[in-house]
């Protein structure tokens, strides 16, 4: 059908419109298309900033739960992660990988110079612990990250909310020390004394604040060199000495028996503190030595929210949970909320816009019968006297849907500008699964208002 002819007929149907039910019908659907886009952008959205937040996954730490008096907890090595147990706690459900801490066998004091060493204020000094996990477990990892044996600074990882204590607590309260940003946190200078005696210097700087690891962090190659070369005797066993059927004395290091005498057997022996009825001889204890430590502390990496097996088989196991941050299933949760609610309520209200829409144009048709008829009956098709009540509606609704992107667009860019406030990014315009959804929306809508236009056209061919 040639322009002309199309713009003879539209003419000739004449375009009186049920006014009012036709803006009712627009601002609905306005609105609905509103909240659908929304609705689908939100998720887009929540997705790609719980994934920069968490790597798309659930991180939970474990540790073996401590119980007891001093006595009891003298033999520290029952602390520890065996092979075996990492194993198990491997394959419950939903994990995908499993790390463990390695720490400082030396002691560490740090002084920090948060206004310098050549200016006002002085060092901030504390006795600290390092502890190193494997870098895939990262969020934050600065290009200066790597060390070398011989690099003259050692990069140093804290928690984000270390700084925060720093600036709002510490900070406010000591007139020396400055609040600090992280680019000022980063270029203090900190001194590392290794050592009982403080004997070995060296320079260190933060390089990164984790918003996942609770722990004061360096990197695992400086860790393994720095307790190979100044590690002491390490975690200590413990043991009671039993003579002719009782406990004589005090409990005795194990270094000591290794050091001392040895002392005739059948006549002594020992059992270890936190297990006094499994009483060995000395050659056994001697023989035996210090188990090889595993670590003391894991991380453990989850595909999604931790299930209930996995808590049970935490349970088992004897371990006990830091999650090292609010975990994020209460915003998944809010997320999924809000994003259901906006769909619902959005589709709600453009089903009722496509049956106020039907609606409209029925009774548009209806008023333009008899003319309808005329053109029928001068040879004119029910097809192109339908097109011409088709081509009204989608001028209407593609108006309405690009309003709708717009208004989509704006308040998206608006949210953006809020999130960034957190140290969160998102790119500027429309996910593709929002345009994709849109496309889909239109063409249920445009679809269904055919259908019933054809069919009216029809009923009085």
Not at 81 to 110: K, M
Not at 232 to 253: L, N, Q, R, T
Request: glycine share 8%.
């Amino acid at each position: 059908m040639t322009g002309g002819l199309s713009t003879l007929l539209d003419r000739c149907l004449g375009k009186n419109s049920p006014s009012k039910e036709l803006l009712v019908a627009s601002l609905g659907c306005l609105l609905g298309s509103i909240l659908v886009l929304l609705a689908l952008q939100t998720w887009a959205d929540s997705k790609l900033l719980l994934a920069q937040e968490n790597g798309s996954a659930n991180f939970v730490t474990l540790n073996k739960t401590v119980k007891g008096g001093i006595l009891l907890n003298l033999s520290q090595q029952d602390k520890v992660f065996q092979e075996s147990e990492i194993q198990e706690i491997a394959q419950l459900p939903g994990v995908l990988e499993v790390g463990g801490f390695s720490r400082n066998h030396f002691p560490v004091t740090v002084h920090i110079w948060p206004a310098g060493k050549i200016g006002l204020g002085a060092a901030a000094r504390a006795d600290l612990f390092f502890e190193s996990v494997p870098d895939s477990f990262l969020d934050q990892k600065a290009d200066s990250w790597e060390w070398e044996e011989g690099s003259p600074i050692v990069p140093i990882m804290v928690p984000k909310f270390y700084l925060d204590l720093w600036n709002f607590g510490l900070a406010p309260s000591r007139s020396e020390y400055p609040a600090l940003s992280q680019e000022a946190a980063s270029a203090m200078p900190i001194e590392i004394f290794i050592g009982a005696d403080q004997s070995v210097r060296m320079q260190g700087r933060f390089v990164a604040f984790s918003k996942r690891i609770n722990s004061v962090l360096v990197p695992s190659r400086f860790l393994k060199w720095a307790n190979s070369k100044f590690a002491g005797e390490g975690a200590e066993k413990y043991f009671f000495v039993w003579k002719d059927g009782e406990i004589s004395g005090p409990p005795v290091a194990l270094s000591d028996l290794k050091k001392g005498n040895p002392l005739p057997d059948g006549q002594w022996e020992f059992s270890p503190v936190g297990q006094p009825a499994e009483r060995i001889p000395l050659a056994q204890v001697l023989e035996d030595g210090l188990e090889s430590a595993g670590p003391s502390r894991l991380l453990v990496k989850l595909d999604q929210s931790p299930s209930e097996e996995f808590w049970e088989g935490l349970q088992k196991l004897g371990c006990e949970t830091n999650r090292e941050f609010p975990q994020d299933e209460w915003i998944r949760k809010a997320v999924q909320l809000l994003v259901w609610g906006l769909a619902g309520l959005g589709s709600l209200v453009s089903l009722l816009s496509i049956a106020t829409f039907s609606s409209s144009f029925r009774l548009l048709v209806v008023q333009s019968a008899e003319t309808a008829r005329n053109l029928i009956h001068l040879g004119f098709g029910t097809k192109e006297i339908s097109r011409v009540f088709m081509g009204r509606l989608t001028r209407r609704f593609l108006l309405i849907l690009g309003t709708s992107l717009c208004c989509c667009l704006g308040i998206r860019i608006l949210l953006i500008s809020m999130v960034r406030d957190y140290g969160l990014s998102l790119d500027y315009g429309l996910d593709w699964e929002t345009l994709i959804g849109a496309i889909l929306y239109a063409w249920i809508f445009l679809a269904v208002n055919r259908s019933v236009i054809m069919k009216s056209v029809r009923s009085f061919a």
